[in-house]
């Protein structure tokens, strides 16, 4: 399949002036959403959350799912409102005009890209992987990686369709999961007790904000859209429907599949695993070969990956476009229409990444620097309400962003120093960069 514009795509591109083609539909958009959070981190950190609230699992993904829905109604008004690439960036711009508040806000974005696959790279070398064959983790991840770079290199409707699959085959991990734990408690085995039950050495509150920083990696994706929005057919009418349909639909598997595993399974034998579903479907006895498990939970986790890859580098354009990165990172694909030097440096920058830190570390990363972007987010849809456009747009009450803010601060008083030295590493590499792009610009103005 070759990514060739109809004269529909190109008219609409031109319409709106943009560079890249209007190929992403409704269906599409959602399956994005869904893939990018079904696949994003379920697969891996439930254990991790049981760490903190032992049985309890469903109620910091509860938790995570309000603010995440928060969030998500400030997102539908800005991208219906302002539908172009660069998402939370282009909205701090409108709101504030400072050229470095937009681009950090740009370059969080970028980063939390980055770290997330970096994250799901590491994911996928680990458990899942064994469960198929024994290769050393390290070559596995950047193999990985590597193949994710050549498909988003392809374009964006090569990297969507394959997500439309990938989604379809991850949802159908999680539905194997829900269906063999149903069957093991239905038939009197597990304990449901364990549902209601604390770890024994946390504090419950503190165990339930704690693990909501994990959770709400969990919800991520719906953010990562915004950055498609300039591609996506008739935004206004499609994203909102998309974005609070993939929501609810990942709210429903998630809480089936933390009550489902706590019950078949100790948390304590949980939090254990790098392979925490894999483990439960082997320990409800069905017969599920663990080589087709470990293959679908690779296929769910490289969707995520894929698609935070995929948002990351339209992230880059964005930026290089408003002229907040160097010019290069605009550069396109003259027949494909990818943005092929964005592309590349975010799959170098997740290479060198994947070095670093555990999943865990790095999905706390990515959920801290996300957290900075959503409250720039709810804080610029607030100062552009009075902003007018010249078409119909998605709006929520003031008192959502409001609401958010303060939520996304009780989540940033969770993180840890080790993850706040993380997101100051990537503020001083993104600030070096910034000042990069301002002097070139200067100079091409100089010898005009």
Known sequence: M?????????????KRGSKLKQVITGPLLFAFIVGDTLGAGIYTLVGTMAVDVGGVIWLPLLIALVVALLTAGTYAELITKYPHAGGAARYADRAFGIPYVSFLVGFLMMASGITTAASLANAFAGDYLSAL??????????????????????????????????SVIEVSGLVIVIVCAGI????????????????ADVPPLQGAFAASIVAFFSFLGFESAANMAEEVRNPSKVYPRALFGALATAAVVYLAIALGAVMVLPPADLAESSGPLLDVVAASGAAVPSWLFGLIALVAIANGALLFMVMASRVGFGLAESGLLPDVFDKVLAKRGTPWVSIISVGLATMALSFVGDVATLAETTVLLLLLVFVSANISVLVLKKDKVDHKHFSVPRAVPVLAIIASIVLLTQQTGVVWLGAAAYVAVG??????????????????
């Open 2 to 14: 070759t990514d060739t514009a109809n004269p529909s795509d190109t008219a609409t591109s031109e």
């Open 133 to 166: 064959i024994a290769v050393p983790a390290i070559p596995a991840a950047l193999i990985f990686i590597a193949a994710l770079t050549l498909i988003n290199l392809r374009g964006v409707r090569e990297s969507l369709t394959a997500n439309l699959v990938a």
């Open 184 to 199: 093991f408690i239905g038939g009197g085995q597990g304990d449901p007790a364990r549902a209601l039950e604390f770890a």
């Open 431 to 448: 600030s070096v960069l910034f000042l990069i792009a301002r002097y070139g610009r200067k100079r091409a103005e100089a010898k005009k």
